[in-house]
Every structure is written in structure tokens, then in C-alpha cells.
Antibody, heavy 124, light 107 residues
Framework: QVQLVDSGGGVVQPGRSLRLSCAAS????????MHWVRQAPGKGLEGVAV????????DYADSVKGRFSISRDNSKNTLYLQMNSLRPEDTAVYYC?????????????????WGKGTTVTISS | EIVLTQSPGTLSLSPGERATLSCRAS???????LAWYQQKPGQAPRLLIH???SRATGIPDRFSGSGSGTDFTLTINGLQPEDFAVYYC????????FGQGTKVEIK
């Protein structure tokens, strides 16, 4: 059964750091590009970061560029999002998601499998 | 950046009726790289449609996507109680952006 389990959320103060994890199972993780998508309370969806199947290509939303870093460990079937210099506007549910087609290239498509999300709250 | 504008913001319909949701792109999506998602309260989004009209695995055929260029439509024929939710479009022609969502509520 294809599954993504995201974890690592919590309440942290502005300026601090947090690392999210996403454990994948039921599919060949190393063959898929992966995304992090967030949703602020009562708002819509925002793509935060994406990483290629081999970890060599990454892309970030302007709102997090220079503060967040996406990475993956294909030996552990795990995706990460390192979030530094957190701001109140980073408060959201963060979802990891699989890139749909499973094409091993550096083009990113739609998201066909999603984790349940992990909640990040930035507050003093 | 390609901006997606969804309309209407809220659609009030009764079970059994047809829902027609619109997604307009600020630039042409020449490859029809447009997806639709459904999201229910407290749940993750679920992929419905990709490539403008291809249904994802397990999606009932009452959901259909159409359109090209800058104008795309998600149609739900015969609304079921479980279809009342928020729907988002997403383009992946140039980077990736989402529309702001359309809520389909029970009238």
C-alpha cells in the first residue's frame, strides 16, 4: 500500500528551526520526485519545495528560499524539510507529496499521493 | 509566475445536481498541464484529474475535466453527499501554482 507519513511538526518560537520528515512505503521511493506543500490556517495550498528523484535538483518557493532546505535519503525512503529562521507566516499544515508520473527527470508535475500532514505553529 | 483564478468562490448546490467549476490561467497552458484536487475538512488533498482531463486512479467517472489554453473546467455530474468539499486547480506548465479554491456546499 502506497503511503507517506509526515512528522516533525510542533510549536516553535520565531527565528528557531524545525526539521520535518516524511517516511515513504509501498513504492520505489528512489524513482520519484517529491514535494512539500503547505496550507496556512483557512487558506489555500502553496508549493514550498520540490526535489528530484536523485536529490540533485531542487526548487523552492520565493517565500522560503534561503531559509528552507529540502533533502532526501533514498536508503531510508525518507524525505526531509529543514526549516530555519522560522516566521509566524510559516504557520501551516505541511504535507509531503509524491510527484505523479514517476518520471526520472528534472521536471515536476502534479501530486498523486499525499501524507496526512504535520502542523507547524510559529509563535512566541 | 502563472496565476490561476478559480470561480466561483462558493457553489451552493443540491445532491444530484451538476457542478461546474472554472479555473482560468494568466498564461496559456499549451501542454494542458492542469490538475484538479478535492480537499475535505481536516484531510489532505486528493488528486482527481491531471493533464486537464485524465482521471486519476479510482476516481469515479462523474468527475470530468475539460478545457485548453487558459480556460479549464471541472464538472461533477450528479453530486453525491461525499462530493461537498473544496476543489483546487494546479498548473505544472511553468513551475507549479495553485488556484485559491472553490467550495462546493450543500444548498
Amino acid at each position: 500500500q502506497v503511503q507517506l507519513v509526515d512528522s516533525g511538526g510542533g510549536v516553535v518560537q520565531p527565528g528557531r528551526s524545525l526539521r520535518l520528515s516524511c517516511a515513504a512505503s509501498g513504492f520505489s521511493f528512489s524513482g520519484y520526485n517529491m514535494h512539500w506543500v503547505r496550507q496556512a490556517p483557512g487558506k489555500g495550498l502553496e508549493g514550498v519545495a520540490v526535489i528530484s528523484y536523485d536529490g540533485k535538483n531542487k526548487d523552492y518557493a520565493d517565500s522560503v528560499k534561503g531559509r528552507f532546505s529540502i533533502s532526501r535519503d533514498n536508503s531510508k525512503n525518507t524525505l526531509y524539510l529543514q526549516m530555519n529562521s522560522l516566521r509566524p507566516e510559516d504557520t501551516a499544515v505541511y504535507y509531503c507529496a509524491r510527484d505523479g508520473p514517476g518520471i526520472v527527470d528534472y521536471y515536476y508535475y502534479y501530486m498523486d499521493v499525499w501524507g496526512k500532514g504535520t502542523t507547524v505553529t510559529i509563535s512566541s | 509566475e502563472i496565476v490561476l483564478t478559480q470561480s466561483p468562490g462558493t457553489l451552493s448546490l443540491s445532491p444530484g445536481e451538476r457542478a461546474t467549476l472554472s479555473c482560468r490561467a494568466s498564461q496559456s497552458l499549451s501542454s494542458n498541464y492542469l490538475a484538479w484536487y478535492q480537499q475535505k475538512p481536516g484531510q489532505a488533498p486528493r488528486l482527481l484529474i491531471h493533464g486537464a482531463f485524465s482521471r486519476a486512479t479510482g476516481i469515479p467517472d462523474r468527475f470530468s475535466g475539460s478545457g485548453s489554453g487558459t480556460d479549464f473546467t471541472l464538472t461533477i455530474n450528479g453530486l453525491q453527499p461525499e462530493d461537498f468539499a473544496v476543489y483546487y486547480c494546479q498548473q505544472y506548465e511553468s513551475s507549479r501554482t495553485f488556484g485559491q479554491g472553490t467550495k462546493v456546499e450543500i444548498k
